[in-house]
């Protein structure tokens, strides 16, 4: 009965390839998010949807495409990965000015 | 525009030490305050909120107070354990930009036996 729930966990691809991370929310949520934390911890806003729509899409370089086939599905596909994508990817939804609920994050690593 | 800043880490105590982290906004409108928390290998948890001036957020003995006139929002906790060993995010969320939330750089908590 997990809230927000990415897979996979861990992901290690070589430069070059295309690879995708999954999204699903059981809460009812109407806005979901893909942020990208760094090895510093921070932590960047990649895209935001509402009800399938597209609300936020920061600067991210093109290779990188969210999929909404339902609001409560949000994938993230990446092309042509490079070794300066590694990072912690997270999954959230939101009710607004409710906060936010994370997923666990899926570590990517591209040697 | 929105923003958070919130004071750098490492934070290194000893266990039952007092806590404070700092925290700062400048927004338009009136925000939602947020602390979320971040355990090792995990994702980030909401850990307290406040949705208006002068409310308090507490949860597991860590506190924090909206003051909109300092416009600060800082965690405290009497007494730290081992386990409160994490990285903490300050937030806000301010309904003039609809759901979009604002966090700080996070800080890093390490807490000596």
């Known amino acids: 009965d997990t809230a927000v729930s990415q897979t996979p966990k861990y992901l290690v691809t070589q430069m070059g390839n295309d690879k995708s991370i999954k999204c699903e929310q059981n809460?009812?949520?109407?806005?979901m998010y893909w942020y990208k934390q760094d090895s510093k911890k921070f932590l960047k806003i990649m895209f935001s949807?509402?009800?399938?729509?597209?609300?936020i899409n920061e600067t991210v370089p093109n290779r990188f495409s969210p999929k909404s086939p339902d609001k409560a599905h949000l994938n993230l596909h990446i092309n042509s990965l490079e070794l300066g994508d590694s990072a912690v990817y997270f999954c959230?939804?939101?009710?607004?000015?409710?906060?936010?609920?994370f997923g666990s994050g899926t570590r990517l690593t591209v040697v | 525009g929105n923003s958070v800043t919130q004071m750098e880490g490492p934070v290194t105590l000893s266990e039952e030490a007092f806590l404070t982290i700092n925290c700062t906004y400048t927004?338009?409108?009136?925000?939602?305050l947020f602390w979320y928390v971040q355990y090792p290998g995990e994702g980030l948890q909401l850990l307290l909120k406040?949705?208006?001036?002068?409310d308090k957020g507490s949860n597991k003995g860590f506190e924090a107070t909206y003051r909109k006139e300092t416009t600060s929002f800082h965690l405290e906790k009497g007494s730290v354990q081992v386990s409160d060993s994490a990285v903490y995010f300050c937030?806000?969320?301010?309904?003039?930009?609809?759901?979009?939330?604002?966090f700080g750089t996070g800080t890093s908590l390490t807490v000596i036996p």
């Open positions: 927004a338009t409108g009136y925000p939602s």
């Open positions: 809460l009812g949520h109407d806005t």
């Open positions: 406040a949705t208006k001036a002068d």
């Open positions: 949807y509402n009800n399938k729509e597209l609300i």
């Open positions: 959230a939804s939101s009710r607004q000015l409710y906060g936010y609920t």
């Open positions: 937030a806000l969320s301010s309904g003039e930009t609809g759901n979009q939330f604002y």
